[in-house]
């Protein structure tokens, strides 16, 4: 009887699972970035910490705490887990080539800080309001 059940219990959390990967999320930029796209790479290396510029400014990435939408952003743009992504920023915090991200707990948060700080480059769920910044569309 058990084997029922637990089958039962994988299926539901592939259901989840699944669920989550197909969140859609939009880049968003401090209007000081004078870009209007970005393509994969660029996006990946700023948020890997390989690259710290865009179009001739100075680029800040900016996180939102782990969740569907930043699963979906790793995912997709990053090509990288949750933990993974981490593991990435602690190695170059620890040998003094970086300092962490920004890492806020709302997408309200992240246009916020965006819109404030020239340079800021941050994601958003799909459809959250985004005054203030620009959203870059990903090639």
């Known amino acids: ?3 029922p059940v637990f089958f039962s219990l994988a299926i539901l959390a592939a259901g989840v699972g ?6 859609q999320v939009a880049v968003v930029a401090n209007p000081s970035i004078k870009a209007a796209q970005i393509n994969k790479g660029d996006l990946r ?3 890997t ?4 510029s865009l179009a001739g400014t100075h680029a800040t990435p900016v996180l939102l705490r782990s969740g569907p939408s930043t699963s ?3 995912s997709a743009y990053v ?3 949750d ?6 920023w602690r190695s170059l915090v620890f040998s003094g080539q970086a300092s962490m991200p920004r890492s806020l ?3 309200a948060a992240v246009v916020g800080f965006v819109s404030s700080h020239p340079g800021a480059v941050g994601y958003i769920a799909e459809g959250s309001p985004h005054e203030g910044v620009k959203v870059l569309s990903v090639k």
């Not at 699944?18 to 969140?23: E, Q």
């Open 1 to 3: 009887m058990r084997k």
């Open 18 to 23: 699944g669920s989550r990967a197909h969140a």
């Open 45 to 47: 290396d700023i948020f």
């Open 49 to 52: 910490g390989a690259s710290s």
């Open 72 to 74: 979906a952003f790793l």
């Open 79 to 81: 090509g990288k887990s």
């Open 83 to 88: 933990a993974a992504f981490l593991s990435t």
């Open 105 to 107: 707990d709302s997408d």
